[in-house]
C-alpha cells in the first residue's frame, strides 16, 4: 500500500513538472508573425508606420528627440512631490510640461508624436517608450531594450522642477535621480543616450550641435571626448551649461564635463568610455528602469520580442586628431587604453533637423 501511495505521489509530481515545462502558447498576428502575448500584435503597425514615417529607418534627429522625450517624460516622478513617471504626460499635459524651462524646445517632438499616437491603439506612455526603443535599433551599436505594454493614461501633468538641467551641480543630479530611484551608476548609464544626441537650444542661434563626434553611432566616443581637456571653438558663447569642447562643433554640457570628472562617478564614466559592451548593457537595463517608473510591472505585457534586430557596430574607439590619452582628464585612477588618434577627426558637422 505504501509503494502504491509512494509511486501515486511521483506520477502526480511528475505530471506536474511537465505542464510546468509546457511553453506558454504564443500567438499568430494578422500579419503572420508570432509573439509571446496576442496583445503585443497591436505593435506591429506601429513599428511599420514610424520607422519610415518618423525615423526615416535612420540614426537621425527624430530618434534623438523621441529618445529626450521619453527621458524627461519619465524622470516626471518624485517620491517627495509625485508625478506619474512614464505615463505619457509630456504628451497628454503638454500644454503644462512643455513650457517648463528644462523642455524647452522638446514642444516640438512632442507635436511630431501626436497624430502617430492618436492613430495607433495604445497609451501616450506605452508609445513614447516603444518609438524610443524602436528608433534607437536603427542606431549602430546600440542594444536591443526591452519593452512592457499597458500603461494607463496619464491623469496629470508632472510637477516642475524634476528634469536635470545642464547646469545643475553633480550633487543635485544624484540627488534629483536618487528620489527617483536611481543610482550613480545607473545615472552615467543613462548618459550614454548622449552618444546620440545634439543640442537645439543651449547654443543660441544653433541647432543640432552633437555630444560627440559619432552622433549617428552608439558607441563609446561621447565617454571618451567629453574625458578630454576642454579647449575654445568657434561659436562658444560661454553660457551656462555649456563647457569647452576640444572638436569645433562639438557641444559638452557642464554636467557631462562635470559627472566625467566627479569622484562619484568618473570611474564609472571610464569604465564605459573603455568597454563597448558594458556601456550598452548598463544602458539598456537602466532605460528599462526609467521606463518603469512610476507603472506596476506586474500588470503590463512582456512585448520584447518585437523589437527589431539591433545593429553591430563596426568603428573602432578613437580620440580626435593630435589627441591621445595624454589629453584626459582622469579622476579615476585605472589606466586608460592607447587608442589611435584619428586624423579624420578635425571638426563635427552639425545633425540635420529637418
Known amino acids: 500500500m505504501a509503494f502504491k501511495i509512494l509511486l501515486s505521489l511521483i506520477l502526480a509530481l511528475n505530471a506536474v513538472q511537465f505542464i510546468a ?10 500579419d503572420g508573425t508570432t509573439v509571446s502575448n496576442e496583445a503585443c500584435c497591436v505593435l506591429l503597425p506601429i ?10 529607418n535612420e540614426c537621425g534627429e527624430e530618434v534623438h528627440e523621441t529618445l529626450r522625450a521619453s527621458f524627461h517624460d519619465a524622470i516626471g516622478f518624485s517620491r517627495a512631490a509625485g508625478g506619474g513617471g512614464a505615463d505619457g504626460s509630456l504628451v497628454t499635459f503638454g500644454d503644462v510640461e512643455t513650457t517648463f524651462a528644462a523642455n524647452a524646445g522638446i514642444d516640438e517632438i512632442v507635436e ?13 506612455g506605452d508609445f513614447i517608450q516603444f518609438a524610443t526603443v524602436v528608433g534607437l535599433t536603427n542606431c549602430p551599436g546600440a542594444p536591443r531594450i526591452p519593452f512592457f505594454l499597458g500603461r494607463p493614461d496619464a491623469t496629470a501633468a508632472s510637477p516642475d522642477g524634476l528634469v536635470p538641467e545642464p547646469f545643475d551641480s553633480v550633487t543635485k543630479i544624484l540627488e534629483r535621480f536618487d528620489d527617483a530611484g536611481f543610482t550613480p551608476t545607473e545615472v552615467v548609464a543613462l548618459l550614454a543616450s548622449h552618444t546620440v544626441a545634439a543640442s537645439d537650444t543651449i547654443e543660441p542661434g544653433l541647432e543640432g550641435v552633437p555630444f560627440d563626434s559619432t552622433p549617428g553611432e552608439f558607441d563609446r566616443q561621447f565617454f571618451i571626448e567629453t574625458m578630454l581637456k576642454g ?29 566625467a570628472r566627479d569622484e562619484r562617478t568618473a570611474c564609472d564614466w571610464q569604465l564605459f568610455a573603455t ?25 503590463l505585457i512582456d512585448c520584447s520580442d518585437v523589437i527589431p534586430r539591433t545593429i553591430p ?16 582628464e582622469q579622476t579615476c585612477p585605472d589606466e586608460f587604453p592607447d587608442y589611435p588618434s584619428n586624423p579624420s577627426v578635425t571638426s563635427v558637422a552639425p545633425v540635420p533637423t529637418s
Not at 275 to 299: E, I, N, P, R, Y
Open 47 to 56: 513599428i511599420a508606420d514610424i520607422q519610415p514615417n518618423l525615423f526615416e
Open 313 to 328: 557596430l563596426t568603428n573602432e574607439p578613437y580620440f580626435p586628431a593630435d589627441l591621445t590619452k595624454d589629453d584626459l
Open 112 to 124: 511630431t508624436l501626436r497624430p502617430f499616437i492618436n492613430s495607433h491603439n495604445i497609451s501616450a
Open 275 to 299: 568597454d563597448q559592451q558594458k556601456m550598452a548593457s548598463a544602458f539598456s537595463d537602466a532605460m528599462v528602469k526609467l521606463s518603469l517608473v512610476g507603472q506596476d510591472k506586474s500588470q
Open 231 to 259: 579647449t575654445s571653438f568657434p561659436g562658444t558663447g560661454g553660457n551656462q551649461g555649456e563647457a569647452l569642447s576640444p572638436l569645433p562643433g562639438e557641444l559638452r554640457l557642464e554636467s557631462d564635463g562635470l559627472l
Open 21 to 30: 515545462a509546457v511553453p506558454t502558447r504564443r500567438a499568430q498576428c494578422a
